[in-house]
């Protein structure tokens, strides 16, 4: 695992300059891996090369997936045997799904392909929305409108989203919005979002910004659009009956939009598939809570993320790959495999991580022993639904979205994300907080100083990381991995595991 950093050309890409050997077996394995990617990629092509190849040339944001397998890369730098393979699974079926959204966007683009049938099947939805309410509408076909164009783009390309954010600013955007539902709503200013759907379905979620984003959506997209509101302070039932009728309201929206009508027997099938995932889920939870967790970095959370957000119980690949990666992980607990080489820290990361260094918690691992074992993204709902009674279901499916990413601890009151913080360090026997400081973000600026008070009562070693979410011209990568060599130098006083990576350039990398 030492002198990583050796292995990146210096000329501030962090590109590799040939891969990492990790013993044969490994390193096999890894390679294999890789070509397994590039295969996902070139058959997404093969499917529709015309429509594909003219999406490259219409689109800023289509090139940057052209680096996906160097994104797989990073995110398994210094990963071995179980570990490795759990976190290979995980992100190749994310590249799988990922490469379906993409040829699906361009076959029904009307400005690549015009007058194209499938185009009027499509609802278009925001990505926050979570797709179990749209399986109930087994003959439409939902696209997150946002997912493929910017947000997932950001994570494989810190590169990408700067031009989008310069020309909602231009607009009059202040500059410290959010830069999330920024670059979105800049997007949409460069008509840079494939042209198709018979209508779509917009949110407040996560907050104020998306708003505002909605607003630029809906001028651009010149669609029949229906707000899905979700109650911010989810723990009072009191709003339990309305969020279960916005529920209500945007089924009878596709309704209409659409001629086709809710199919209740599809809809349950899928919850069903939805629960047992989370079994799943739940099993990797409780063996990362042991002193042998599996599964630490940042698979854990981008996974989890992808699949609560857009497998919504219909793509049972996601089933199999879980079924895979927990027969992995509990073998490999079984014989006490540690995860890594050396764990000197268990951490928790909370608050919303950024887009553009989605592998930190990885460098975190491989420099400084800094195990991430539980994160705030990865914590989202847990909440089993009801698959026999129809009222029952939609209030499971209500309280779900109350708590999904970038919602359930950031909204909703003081305890949930100070209480909930405290109750997951003690559960994960967590002995360090990575809390990103979001300069963006207004939800988190009154809570500093709760924060740092509360981890010297509990002898809890509690780092800031600050990160602009979508915008590493703010804070680069540089910058983030900065603020925590200062913390374990001079605080902690520990040397690094790698000291090869303490300090590289990569602000031209992808």
């Known amino acids: 695992m030492a002198n990583l950093g050796n292995l990146y050309r210096k000329d501030r890409t962090a590109i590799l300059k040939h891969r990492e050997w990790r013993g044969f077996a490994d390193t096999m394995y890894d390679y294999y891996r890789w070509l397994v990617t590039w295969k996902d990629m070139i058959v997404m092509v093969l499917k529709a090369p015309v429509s594909t190849v003219k999406g490259l040339f219409r689109y800023r944001w289509m090139a940057s997936y052209l680096s996906a397998p160097a994104f797989v890369d990073r995110h398994v730098a210094g990963l071995r045997g179980a570990h490795l393979r759990i976190a290979h699974l995980h992100y190749n079926m994310i590249v799988k799904h990922a490469t379906g959204l993409i040829h699906t966007s361009f076959v029904a683009d009307e400005k690549i392909n015009p007058n194209n049938k499938l185009s009027k099947k499509i609802v278009l939805t925001d990505e926050i929305i979570p797709n179990e309410i749209f399986s109930g509408f087994p003959n439409l076909t939902v696209v997150p409108l946002q997912t493929i164009p910017i947000f997932l783009t950001s994570m494989v390309d810190q590169q990408i989203t700067p031009p989008y954010l310069e020309v909602t600013e231009s607009f009059g955007v202040p500059a410290d919005v959010c ?74 929206f596709i309704e209409e939009q659409t001629g086709e009508k809710f199919d209740w027997d599809v809809f349950f099938k899928a919850l069903k598939n939805t629960n047992k ?57 079984e014989q006490k495999v540690p995860v890594s080489k050396e764990m000197r820290h268990r951490a928790v990361v909370w608050s919303c991580p950024a887009n553009y260094y989605t592998s930190f918690a990885n460098w975190l691992e491989n420099c400084w022993g800094i195990n991430v074992v539980m994160d705030m993204e990865t914590m989202i709902s847990y909440l089993k639904f009801n698959t ?32 909930e913080l405290w109750r997951i360090v003690e559960e994960y026997n967590a002995d360090m907080v990575i809390m990103y400081d979001q300069i963006s973000c207004k939800g988190m600026d009154g809570l500093t100083g709760v924060f740092d008070d509360q981890a010297r009562e509990r002898d809890v070693k509690f780092v800031w990381v600050k990160q602009d979410l979508m915008d590493p011209r703010t804070i680069s990568r540089r910058d983030m991995r900065e603020q925590v060599n200062q913390y374990m130098s001079t605080v902690l006083q520990e040397n690094p595991l790698d000291p090869t990576l303490v300090d590289f350039e990569d602000d031209l990398a992808w």
């Open 179 to 252: 830069p999330l539902p920024s670059a979105e709503a800049g997007v949409a200013i460069e008509d840079d979002y494939p042209k198709m759907g018979c209508c779509m379905v917009a949110t407040n979620m996560p907050c104020d910004g998306s708003v505002m984003n909605s607003t630029f959506l809906d001028r651009r997209l010149n669609l029949p659009v229906h707000l899905f509101n979700i109650p911010l302070r989810y723990h009072d039932e009191d709003v339990q009956e309305y969020a279960v009728e916005e529920v209500k309201e945007l089924i009878r």
């Open 277 to 333: 995932q989370l079994e799943y889920e739940l099993e990797k939870w409780d063996i990362n809570k042991t002193a042998y967790p599996q599964m630490t970095g940042a698979a854990f959370w981008l996974y989890r993320i992808y699949y609560f957000n857009l497998s919504g119980g219909v793509d049972e690949r996601f089933l199999k790959v879980d079924k895979k990666v927990n027969q992995i992980m509990l073998k490999a607990y």
């Open 388 to 419: 026999e009674d129809k009222e029952e279901a939609l209030k499971d499916l209500a309280k779900t979205y109350q708590r999904s990413i970038m919602r359930k601890h950031t909204k909703g009151g003081y305890r949930n994300v100070v209480d």
